[in-house]
């Protein structure tokens, strides 16, 4: 009979340069010939490009550039099929909790093992799964929409676009400014940010791809400033792109070589709160001198995480989101309403501004006002639309009454 290890490929994915050796040589020993190693996920998604031909990865949760539980993230974009065995120097609980997050993301944990390392657990894991399972590559594959390889390409060309949907001032109806919101557009019609943002993070291509749709935004901006029109810009920022030191500068680059100067055109980037749970201390340091570049920071999705308001004190945000959700809900369920009511009241007096997103009915769009809500947007006003298609919207937005 053919021994069912050697047909499989294993990926043993650890900072520690020791114990990538031992656990490469431990797995030799237990008749596996076909292993990769990787000290980071980044090395590993350089080598392998993909992980449609690993059937085990063996990881670290604890490495310092990626993390265990943000590379759940990677493998459950890429489809990973495979088997997970974590190693971590963590405590059992720790172990536990990993284990319960990778299967939310409907991933395959086969088991775990605490260092340092046992040959014989490994041993064990290893057998159990080789015999009960069919190599990855014979499972028939959920067929994925974009490749990386593709969205590569598509940056590369300025394939992709912003569009852009207006907010208006609740208070006098104006309409003051837009946010950007990238599509992909296709010969059929347009791929939407759900489906290829998390792979951009995941790929390391959101940088590239934020700056050339900052690119391609500055020159409407300039455009609508020709024809009257001063409006401010609203840019969505991956967490990926404020962990990286080097991300202000090259924002502050991006615009600055774009004509756009954020003392004239205000720009707001907007951060999703469920991402602020993470820790922040790179973050912070890149908010806090994009902020000292006079660039508005905003919470994006607030209500669908877990901060309150005192929490969020120490951050230098100044507008707070609320998630469409939240406002949606508002209507039928009175603790949503009281709430909303109070997260407007407080992030007031916090002088932060107050944004009401997804208003689809007049009847939303009353109360939030009602509530004292600064800004609003959403389809009730108007739908996200390229930007050659705003100042004719504009000219034709009657402020409601
Ligand atoms: P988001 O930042 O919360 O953007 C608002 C989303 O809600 C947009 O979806 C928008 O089209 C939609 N929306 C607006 N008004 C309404 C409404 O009244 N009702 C409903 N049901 N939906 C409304 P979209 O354009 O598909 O974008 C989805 C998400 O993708 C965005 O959510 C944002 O998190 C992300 N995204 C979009 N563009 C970018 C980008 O350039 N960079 C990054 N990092 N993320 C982006
Ligand atoms: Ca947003
Ligand atoms: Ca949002």
Not at 177 to 205: H, N, T
Not at 220 to 232: A, C, V
Request: charged share 20%.
């Amino acid at each position: 009979m053919m021994n069912p290890k050697s047909s499989l490929s294993v990926l043993v994915l650890d900072d520690d340069l020791f114990i990538l050796k031992t656990t490469h040589h431990a797995l030799t020993q237990l008749g596996f010939n076909n292993i990769i190693t990787a000290h980071s996920v980044h090395f590993a998604l350089e080598q392998l490009g993909h992980f449609e031909s690993i059937d085990i990865i063996l990881m670290d949760l604890n490495m310092p550039e990626t993390d265990g539980i943000e590379f759940f993230r990677t493998l459950e974009i890429h489809n990973f099929l495979g088997g997970i065995i974590l190693i971590s120097g963590e405590d059992e609980q720790t172990l536990a909790l990993a284990k319960d997050l990778a299967k939310a993301r409907k991933l395959n944990i086969i088991g775990t093992i605490a260092k340092p390392l046992n040959n014989r657990i490994l041993q064990t894991l290893l057998s159990q799964w080789a015999q009960s399972r069919t190599p990855v590559k014979e499972i028939v594959r959920r067929p994925t929409i974009v490749s990386q390889a593709d969205l590569q390409s598509a940056i590369d060309a300025g394939e992709l676009e912003p569009w852009f949907q207006p907010m208006i001032q609740l208070q006098t109806g104006e309409v003051t400014g837009v946010e950007m919101l990238a599509r992909w557009p296709k010969i059929d019609g347009y791929i939407y940010p759900d489906e290829f943002i998390p792979l951009a993070e995941a790929s390391g291509l959101i940088n590239p791809l934020t700056f050339l749709l900052i690119k391609k935004a500055s020159y409407w901006l300039g455009h609508w400033k020709k024809h009257g029109l001063h409006l401010r810009l609203a840019i969505n920022i991956s967490m990926n792109s404020l962990h990286d030191l080097d991300f202000p500068d090259q924002f502050i680059k991006t615009i600055s070589d774009a004509g756009v100067d954020p003392n004239d055109i205000p720009l707001t980037i907007e951060v999703t709160e469920s991402s602020l749970a993470e820790d922040l201390s790179t973050p912070l340091d890149n908010l806090l001198r994009l902020r000292m570049k006079k660039i508005g920071l905003s919470i994006d999705d607030f209500g669908t995480g877990w901060s309150n308001l005192t929490q969020l004190q120490g951050l230098p945000f100044t507008e707070l989101k609320l998630d469409l959700s939240f406002v949606q809900g508002a209507a039928t369920n009175s603790r949503t309403r009281t709430i909303l009511e109070s997260t407007v009241k407080m992030a007031k007096h916090m002088g932060m501004t107050t944004v009401a997103e997804g208003i689809e009915t007049k009847e939303e769009l009353e109360y939030i006002k009602g509530l004292g809500c600064d800004l609003a947007q959403g389809y009730f006003m108007a739908r996200p639309m390229p930007g050659g298609d705003i100042l004719n919207w504009t000219k034709n937005w009657k402020k409601p009454e």
